[in-house]
């Protein structure tokens, strides 16, 4: 006679080990990398100014304006970028993934806006790099930041399209955190721009 | 109805049959070029890093021997001559000891910390080719009359980029090693368990991270004035001045932190003993990382830095710094007799030249020697740079049966260090003593003669000469045991021939592509190998 064994239960699978946070964490250091040369960089500007202004000289060069609209704006965008961000990663917790969509493209609009805000101030200042030490100094410092801020937005780009392919939960959205680390790094280091470098001139 | 249910025949097939998951198919070039095993990387570096080491020290002779007579430029014309200092200093930096260091660290702290893989391992391959590929540009400029000194504007600018692409290299990867440090440790592996070159290399890599990039926004600044209009620092004879303060002391100093890190493994495990003060440890070469960052130190911002009495105290705490590991390592050493071994050699000679470094680092600070601008400062920077690269080699020599899978020979090693000690001491006396006797740090014009200061010159060439005979002596024994280490089988490959403590010592030698057959252990003590033994016991 043939003996039926027990049916064997379905076994729960194991839990998945943590999972390193290298994304985070390396992002963090390359913020840290790129804070430290801006850090450099207006360091200089500084300096420099302090000593044309302590010369009894004037910083600006003849006939060059800087306008405030235009960098305030551009400050105004970033912030809210940093608003509709935290609203992504808040969405994408919460498993709300169409505000995550939208959140994350109305960032990546700022984004380029305020990339267009720095194009159009460069027109309207009229200040020419080889010029002044100045020019040198001025578009060195946001030239850099507009590099920055194209790399920033790729970033933010692919996370958005792996966000869009299904990627991110609650418990996984690491990759988005560390995007949004690296845009609030390019807004912390424009916000020091904005104030050494336009509004204190 | 008979119904039997057995489960599933799950046995696995046998290992050899089962290639780990998404381990690489594809072999030879391709597989070089596309690798982002950390194992591969490591060993690139190291291999660059050598290549570059033995053309820069055949350099670095050559300008000992154009200083023997300073009547007139006799080797090398005066342009040459300036451009040929700035690539000594340039490649001994950024072309051979920080990549020795990374290379290490690239093969070594993953295995150490228990971890699959290096955290970002496509940037850390990327970092890699970025570099070499940006290294050869930055030699070339020199080639097409660019570099400091140079007399073809574009080929400055040229320089300028490759520099700035070096930098940025060394960050990325840097950040790799870092990451890997802090984020993919082994179970139970807290940071206080972190093995000891793996926290040399955390907090170097960090004092990278924050200091290199100053380094790279000087040249954004200075490639850019350079190329319109030359208003600020961007004239021909401006662009070293900018970046000189990255060889000189405190910001020197960075490229010599992990020296601490090797000197502490590999005596602890030549002595066969748990290093009892390890968080002392951990504290004074986080210490002397956090003395060496130096880009407070740039023209700009401290031109009168020599009566600035935080630049005094920061070289004198260095030396205490130094002076602690002494006494660390010391009591290390007091409670089980060392084994005499090749790494061992290389180790406390690289210990030597960094103390010799800091203590010429203490003397070069102090204002009322007027050493400063001197050749004393040149001599101060080749001691540490010549600690870093021979504790990097220290490290290869150490790690070679995981990187090659055969130890190298310790003869070998210890002729090295020998070599090394002598040349560091001839190149160490003849520029300390001619700075001292004010030879001035980069004479770029014919100067008096003056009793003395030649002979000490030619002392100084020699001494690279000597280095150059080290370098070939080393790279040969290398060669030799990567061969041996090809040609073997696996049973001549032990896995812990030292009988260390750290985790990289468990698994075989060379190390499987994802580091470990097995996961790790959770890891309970610093020396988790000790801990297996004890088990054992």
């Given at each position: 006679m043939a003996v039926a064994t027990r049916p064997v239960p379905a076994l729960a699978p194991p839990p998945q080990p943590r999972r390193p946070r290298v994304l985070l964490v390396g992002t963090a250091f390359a913020v840290a990398a790129v804070a430290m040369s801006f850090m450099g960089l207006l360091g200089i500007y500084v300096k420099v100014r302090a000593e044309a202004i302590a010369g009894g000289?004037?910083?600006?060069?003849?006939?060059?304006t800087i306008p405030l609209t235009p960098p305030n704006v551009a400050m105004a965008t970033l912030l809210m970028s940093v608003v509709t961000m935290q609203w992504a990663i808040y969405a994408i917790g919460n498993r709300d993934r169409t505000n995550a969509y939208v959140a994350l493209a109305i960032t990546i609009l700022l984004g380029a806006a305020f990339a267009n805000s720095t194009a159009y101030l460069y027109s309207q200042m009229?200040?020419?790099?080889?010029?002044s030490v100045v020019g040198v100094l001025i578009y060195a410092i946001s030239g850099a930041h507009l590099v920055l801020t194209v790399a920033a937005l790729l970033y933010l780009g692919l996370v958005a399209l792996r966000a869009l392919g299904g990627e991110y939960t609650p418990t996984d959205r690491e990759g988005l955190s560390s995007a949004a680390l690296l845009w609030y790094g390019t807004v912390a280091v424009y916000s020091l721009i904005w104030y050494i470098v336009f509004i204190t001139k | 109805m008979t119904v039997t249910e057995t489960r599933p025949d799950?046995?696995?097939?046998?290992?050899?049959e089962v290639p780990p998951?998404?381990?690489?198919?594809s072999r030879g070039l391709p597989a070089l070029l596309g690798s982002g095993d950390h194992k591969v990387v490591g060993r690139l570096w190291i291999a660059s890093a050598f290549v570059y080491l033995l053309v820069l020290l055949g350099l670095a002779a050559l300008l000992g021997f154009e200083d023997a007579?300073?009547?007139?430029?006799q080797v090398l014309g005066s342009d040459v001559y300036v451009q040929v200092f700035s690539l000594s200093r340039v490649g001994a930096v950024f072309l051979v000891a920080i990549p020795l260091f990374l290379g290490v660290a690239t093969f070594v702290v993953p295995l150490q910390v228990g971890a699959r893989s290096i955290a970002l391992p496509r940037a850390a391959a990327a970092s890699f080719w970025t570099w070499l590929v940006a290294g050869g540009i930055l030699i070339g400029s020199y080639a097409i009359d660019?570099?400091?000194?140079?007399?073809d504007a574009e080929g400055i600018d040229l320089w300028i980029v490759a520099f700035g692409l070096v930098i940025v290299a060394l960050v990325a990867a840097s950040v790799s090693v870092a990451t890997t440090v802090l984020a993919?440790?082994?179970?139970?592996?807290r940071l206080t368990r972190t093995p000891l070159f793996s926290w040399s290399m955390l907090v170097a890599t960090s004092l990278w991270i924050l200091s290199l990039p100053v380094l790279a926004a000087n040249l954004l600044l200075v490639g850019i004035d350079h190329r319109y209009?030359?208003?600020?620092?961007?004239t021909d004879a401006d662009v070293w001045a900018q970046v000189a303060w990255a060889f000189h002391q405190p910001q020197i100093y960075v490229v010599a932190i992990p020296v601490f890190g090797v000197v502490l493994d590999v005596v602890a495990t030549a002595s066969g003993?748990?290093?009892?003060?390890r968080q002392a440890a951990m504290v004074v070469t986080g210490l002397f990382g956090v003395l060496a960052f130096?880009?407070?130190?740039q023209p700009f911002f401290n031109a009168e830095a020599l009566d600035d009495l935080w630049f005094i105290g920061v070289a004198w705490v260095s030396l205490l710094t130094v002076l602690g590991l002494l006494l660390l390592v010391g009591e290390t050493v007091g409670r089980n007799r060392p084994k005499l071994s090749g790494p061992l050699a290389l180790a406390v000679v690289s210990f030597l030249l960094l103390l010799g470094a800091t203590v010429a680092g203490g003397f070069a600070v102090?204002?009322?020697?007027?050493?400063?601008?001197?050749?004393f400062v040149a001599g101060q920077m080749h001691l540490t740079v010549l600690a870093a690269v021979t504790g990097g080699l220290a490290g290869v020599w150490y790690w070679l049966p995981k990187i090659a899978g055969r130890k190298a020979s310790d003869a070998a090693g210890g002729l090295v260090a020998l070599l090394v000690l002598t040349g560091a001491t001839l190149v160490a006396l003849g520029m300390l003593w001619s700075g001292a006797l004010?030879?001035?740090?980069?004479?770029t014009t014919a100067i008096e003669v003056r009793d003395g200061v030649e002979a000490l010159s030619v002392l100084a060439a020699i001494g690279f000469v000597v280095l150059v005979l080290a370098a070939v002596v080393a790279a040969l024994s290398l060669v030799v045991a990567v061969r041996k280490g090809l040609t073997s089988s696996p049973e001549h490959r032990p896995d812990d021939p030292w009988g260390g403590?750290?985790?990289?010592?468990?698994?075989?030698s060379p190390p499987p592509w994802n580091n470990f057959a097995e996961p790790p252990a959770p890891?309970?003590?610093?020396?988790p190998l000790f801990d297996s033994v004890e088990e054992g016991a």
């Open positions: 000289g004037t910083w600006l060069p003849e006939g060059v009229g200040l020419v790099v080889a010029d | 799950t046995t696995a097939a046998p290992e050899a998951e998404h381990a690489p198919t007579d300073q009547s007139a430029f660019g570099g400091p000194g140079g007399g993919d440790r082994a179970e139970g592996m209009g030359q208003q600020l620092f961007g003993a748990r290093p009892r003060f130096g880009a407070w130190m102090l204002d009322v020697l007027e050493l400063w601008d001197t050749a004010d030879q001035p740090l980069l004479a403590q750290t985790l990289e010592w468990s698994t075989t890891v309970l003590t610093a020396s």
